[in-house]
């Protein structure tokens, strides 16, 4: 409960470590600095007593924070905190009510919380929702099975060079015509981080990404019973820029997959001209064939001078 007669003593803990900016952190320092509330990075040796703590997490595979915490309320927020390990397997569930309200989420994220990270660099979401409901991934049952949009581009970005979106399926929205001409008209360097749904790639969508400011464009194959090599030529020949090194396939292994289908994905799109990067599920516990895989593909200079992955373990 806030204490409506005194300004509060706020802290806030990154679980994740500071490698990319937690969202829900700078908007929840946002708010309280609105609201006239002291906030800083909680350091249990030299913060003192406080308020109240919030702890984030993107990752659930993250370990916890155990040390000690002085504080009134201690809130934790994230999405690694809405996915749960059941019976030690990865069944992934929401808890709804650990999503921010509605005042703080839409609000321009404090971004002097990462100076380094965020120089002249905007990130957010501007869909939320995705319709795939892929096994592996928790946007379904965090989000829904609708990719929505849920803000304005200039909710976050106020003239940055740069802009790091985290939308899982911007093109599974049906505004996603409004939302590319909002990125466009932007003219920052737009970086889709969470990679773009290739099957939605249709030539009209492409021609907008034509338009943009792309340094490389992340999409994503990783189901491997569906084929989507049609889709992949497709964008290819609609895409305006060539270069294998602008146009990245994040490939999921290690997860309903054989090694067979695992290098179909990645023969097929080295020969159509992606970049391949490997991404192993469950990393801690898989075998070292992943691991090979993983190195073979996304150590570039590998890449380039051993064309066979059976040249590359042998
Ligand atoms: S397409 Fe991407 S965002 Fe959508 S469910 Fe699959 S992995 Fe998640």
Redesign the pocket.
């Known amino acids: 409960m806030r204490n409506l007669l005194k300004n509060m003593k706020i802290g806030l803990i990154d679980i994740d470590g500071h490698h990319f900016p937690n969202l829900p952190l700078m908007k929840l320092s946002a708010w309280h600095k609105r609201q006239g509330d002291t906030v800083e990075w909680y350091q249990p040796m030299f913060s003192g007593h406080m308020d109240r703590v919030y702890m984030s997490k993107v990752f659930s595979f993250t370990t916890d924070y155990t040390d000690c915490i002085n504080a009134d309320e201690i809130i934790k927020c994230g999405s690694g905190y809405c996915i749960d390990l059941v019976d030690g397997k990865e069944i992934y569930y929401a808890k709804r009510d650990s999503l921010l309200p509605a005042e703080i989420e839409h609000i321009y994220p404090d971004y002097s919380l990462y100076p380094e990270l965020t120089i002249d660099t905007a990130f957010g979401f501007l869909t939320r929702g995705?319709?795939?409901?892929?096994e592996?991934?928790?946007?379904?049952a965090k989000e829904g099975r609708c990719s929505n949009k849920v803000a304005n581009l200039r909710e976050f970005w106020d003239g940055q060079g740069k802009i790091m979106l985290c939308d899982?399926?911007t093109f599974?929205c049906r505004d996603w015509e409004d939302i590319l001409g909002q990125l466009i008209e932007s003219r920052a360097i737009i970086d889709f981080t969470?990679?773009i749904?290739v099957r939605l790639a249709t030539p009209e969508r492409i021609e907008m990404l034509n338009r943009m400011r792309i340094r490389r464009m992340h999409l994503?194959w990783?189901?491997p019973d569906q084929d989507l090599t049609e889709d992949f030529k497709r964008f290819s020949e609609c895409y305006s820029r060539k270069s294998e090194t602008r146009k990245v396939v994040y490939v999921?292994v290690n997860f309903n997959s054989t090694i067979e289908q695992d290098l179909y994905r990645i023969y097929t799109l080295r020969d159509l001209r992606f970049d391949p990067y490997v991404m192993i599920y469950d990393k801690k516990h898989a075998a070292q064939i992943y691991r090979d895989m993983q190195r073979w593909v996304n150590n570039r200079i590998i890449w380039r001078s051993c064309k066979r992955f059976e040249d590359y373990i042998a």
């Not at 592996?136 to 379904?140: E, M, S, T």
């Open positions: 995705c319709p795939r409901g892929c592996f991934c928790h946007v379904a899982p399926n599974a969470q990679g749904d994503a990783d189901q999921l």
